[in-house]
């Protein structure tokens, strides 16, 4: 990590603290008092690392912007769990925006009312999920984009923070692939003010304990699997099929125990 910078939450307190003190957190909005800044998070791989740092954010009073994948290859906001994770989110008061990913086009050129139209199907998706309007919106893996994304201040009615627009009015910071390149944001905080300031951070960086990037990717990504695998187990007790097929189809007493089950004797050597 650039500088052996560490990405961990009690860092992220410390951050968001100092940026606290000298300006104020009005979601995307920059039209209010300066100096300003929109704290955003794109939450590409952990939603599990977002609500933890949602979390901080309102034990300290500042309110960020939060924007989630519809199509995202690492979860399903359709899933009760991950509904319940970005609802609670929202109860904690932050700004929540579509992140849209142009990989669900099939075509490079296509027509551009056929993408508002998929637009605003995520849109209307997620903001009946989490019972909540969506603000804010920005393209996920946008400098792969570059050519195909819309460069208008507003897409369906929500506050295109891809925009050159808006870039041009902030000084702009991110934590993409979990390393800082110019300088670090702590590095930023310590100089002096800007008058609106765009920090872009990616949540499954910022953990417990410090980590490389890919490792935070893998803990990410192997979590979710393990939580799966937990789950399906949990399944079959809950519908007695436990004791009737665990043997036969391989489950070890490491993966019951694993799944906070008992035992079964028919399972015990």
Same mark, same amino acid.
């Given at each position: 990590?650039?500088?052996?910078?560490?990405?961990?939450?009690?860092?992220?307190?410390?951050?968001?603290?100092? +940026?606290?003190?000298?300006?104020?957190?009005?979601?995307?909005?920059?039209?209010? +008092?300066?100096?300003?800044?929109? =704290?955003?998070?794109?939450?590409?791989?952990?939603?599990?690392?977002?609500?933890?740092?949602?979390?901080?954010?309102?034990?300290?009073?500042?309110?960020?912007?939060?924007?989630?994948?519809?199509?995202?290859?690492?979860?399903?906001?359709?899933?009760?769990?991950?509904?319940?994770?970005?609802?609670?989110?929202?109860?904690?008061?932050?700004?929540?925006?579509?992140?849209?990913?142009?990989?669900?086009?099939?075509?490079?050129?296509?027509?551009?009312?056929?993408?508002?139209?998929?637009?605003?199907?995520?849109?209307?998706?997620?903001?009946?999920?989490?019972?909540?309007?969506?603000?804010?919106?920005?393209?996920?893996?946008?400098?792969?984009?570059?050519?195909? $994304?819309?460069?208008?201040?507003?897409?369906?009615?929500?506050?295109?923070?891809?925009?050159? +627009?808006?870039?041009?009015?902030?000084?702009?910071?991110?934590?993409?692939?979990?390393? =800082?390149?110019?300088?670090?944001?702590?590095?930023?905080?310590?100089?002096?003010?800007?008058?609106?300031?765009?920090?872009?951070?990616?949540?499954? =960086?910022?953990?417990?304990?410090?980590?490389?990037?890919?490792?935070?990717?893998?803990?990410?990504?192997?979590?979710? +699997?393990?939580?799966?695998?937990?789950?399906?187990?949990?399944?079959?007790?809950?519908?007695?099929?436990?004791?009737? $097929?665990?043997?036969?189809?391989?489950?070890?007493?490491?993966?019951?125990?694993?799944?906070?089950?008992?035992?079964?004797?028919?399972?015990?050597?």
């Amino acid at each position: 990590m650039t500088k052996n910078y560490e990405f961990t939450e009690l860092k992220y307190r410390d951050l968001i603290l100092a +940026a606290s003190l000298k300006y104020s957190f009005n979601g995307s909005d920059f039209s209010g +008092a300066s100096p300003s800044v929109c =704290w955003r998070h794109d939450v590409d791989y952990s939603p599990h690392r977002a609500l933890a740092m949602a979390r901080i954010e309102a034990s300290v009073g500042v309110r960020c912007v939060y924007h989630f994948l519809v199509s995202s290859r690492y979860y399903n906001v359709l899933e009760p769990e991950i509904t319940k994770i970005f609802r609670e989110i929202v109860i904690l008061g932050h700004e929540v925006g579509l992140h849209f990913d142009m990989d669900v086009i099939e075509s490079e050129c296509l027509a551009e009312d056929l993408l508002m139209e998929r637009i605003l199907l995520e849109k209307n998706l997620l903001s009946q999920l989490l019972n909540c309007e969506l603000v804010s919106f920005s393209f996920h893996n946008h400098v792969l984009h570059l050519e195909n $994304i819309v460069d208008s201040e507003e897409i369906c009615g929500m506050r295109n923070l891809a925009s050159p +627009a808006f870039y041009r009015q902030a000084k702009y910071l991110s934590d993409s692939n979990g390393i =800082w390149r110019e300088e670090t944001l702590e590095e930023l905080l310590s100089g002096a003010s800007f008058s609106k300031l765009h920090v872009l951070t990616h949540p499954v =960086w910022w953990t417990p304990e410090p980590l490389v990037p890919l490792k935070c990717v893998s803990r990410a990504v192997e979590g979710r +699997a393990r939580a799966n695998k937990i789950m399906y187990i949990q399944i079959m007790q809950r519908d007695g099929r436990l004791k009737e $097929i665990g043997e036969l189809i391989g489950l070890t007493e490491q993966d019951l125990q694993s799944a906070g089950l008992f035992v079964p004797k028919e399972l015990q050597d």
